[in-house]
């Protein structure tokens, strides 16, 4: 690792931090930084604090970089940089899974959230995979699969919400994506999950450097696509879930922050993978904090706001994409 990719993570986490204590002041109520520590001491101001703002602030930081360094996996592995989980359909399998277990399990939820909303991204994931490799599939081509596979996604949510009575709307809520119904239970598990994910897909760095030059050329100089292929898949998979099934299909963020790192850092997956998640964590804090703001005393949910966000700059880069 270089004395500038060091630096670079510095800063980020710098920026990281100071949005993140911005966040934590910010509101319906707003504090000063510096006497965040001395409202601890107040019973209602501490519990603000520390069972409702600080809460959503490590979900947006979490799910900001686990979407993040699942699109720098994504777009790595399919060797297309307008790939992510979310416009390839793999969010929206992990909602699908999650959104069943929700509607149709009533002990030990979130236990069953996780697992299913794991088979959906990778059933979906594993699909992909397949149709890619019986034939040579050009970007546009790959982008249209996935349109199809979240139209699919979302037939097979209408369903489910149909059926799920009372518990259709937290479902609908849960699906625009929603951070602030979490709790420190499910900050651990989240926590747990991207630590799994992370630390399966860095080493893969080097791997997936050689796979942009094509299968063939990974294996002429020595990487071994049996083993590299499953791993990133199932470490975006396991990310992927991780953000979905607690906080819903939020959009794009796995699309933008990967390629906007790219394009400044160069095509390099050991500084993507370093850099791209804090960005993306720094991302969703802001937008998260926009979606507080915007319209008090109510709530938008954070996926509105980066689909706002995110909708043009995809088209920007579809047609980017498409020039000579």
Same mark, same amino acid.
Do not use: E, W, Y
């Given at each position: 690792m270089?004395?500038?990719l060091i630096r670079n993570i510095g800063i980020m986490l710098f920026c990281t931090v100071i949005m993140s204590i911005a966040a934590l002041c910010l509101g319906p109520v707003n504090y000063s930084p510096h006497t965040l520590l001395s409202l601890l001491s107040d019973p209602l101001e501490s519990n603000i604090l520390l069972q409702l703002r600080l809460p959503r602030v490590i979900f947006a930081l979490l799910v900001g970089?686990?979407?993040s360094l699942a699109g720098v996996g994504t777009q790595g592995i399919f060797r297309n940089p307008l790939a992510d989980p979310y416009v390839l359909g793999i969010s929206g399998g992990a909602s699908v899974g999650a959104a069943a277990a929700l509607a149709f399990t009533s002990t030990h939820t979130f236990t069953y959230m996780v697992g299913f909303s794991f088979l959906g991204a990778f059933s979906i994931s594993l699909f992909l995979i397949v149709l890619t490799r019986t034939a040579r599939w050009s970007t546009h081509?790959?982008?249209?699969?996935?349109?199809?596979i979240n139209l699919f996604c979302g037939s097979l949510l209408s369903v489910i919400i149909f059926t799920a009575h009372e518990q259709t709307t937290n479902i609908v809520l849960w699906l625009m994506g929603n951070l602030g119904q979490g709790n420190w239970t499910q900050i651990m598990? #989240?926590?747990v999950m991207v630590l799994i994910g992370t630390s399966a897909l860095i080493p893969q760095?080097?791997?997936?450097d050689v796979h942009l030059f094509g299968e063939e050329t990974a294996f002429a100089?020595?990487?071994?696509i049996n083993t590299y292929r499953p791993i990133? #898949?199932?470490?975006?998979?396991?990310?992927?879930?991780?953000a979905v099934c607690f906080c819903g299909a939020i959009g794009f963020v796995g699309l933008v922050i990967p390629h906007a790192v790219r394009l400044v850092f160069g095509t390099q997956h050991l500084k993507l993978m370093c850099i791209a998640p804090l960005v993306g964590a720094c991302f969703l804090v802001i937008c998260d904090t926009i979606a507080r703001l915007v319209i008090l005393p109510q709530e938008l949910p954070v996926g509105v706001i980066t689909g706002l966000l995110g909708g043009p700059v995809f088209i920007y880069l579809l047609f980017t994409e498409q020039r000579p």
């Open positions: 270089t004395l500038h970089f686990a979407l081509t790959i982008l249209l699969v996935g349109i199809a598990m #989240i926590t760095a080097r791997n997936l100089l020595g990487a071994d990133t #898949i199932l470490s975006v998979c396991v990310l992927v879930s991780a």
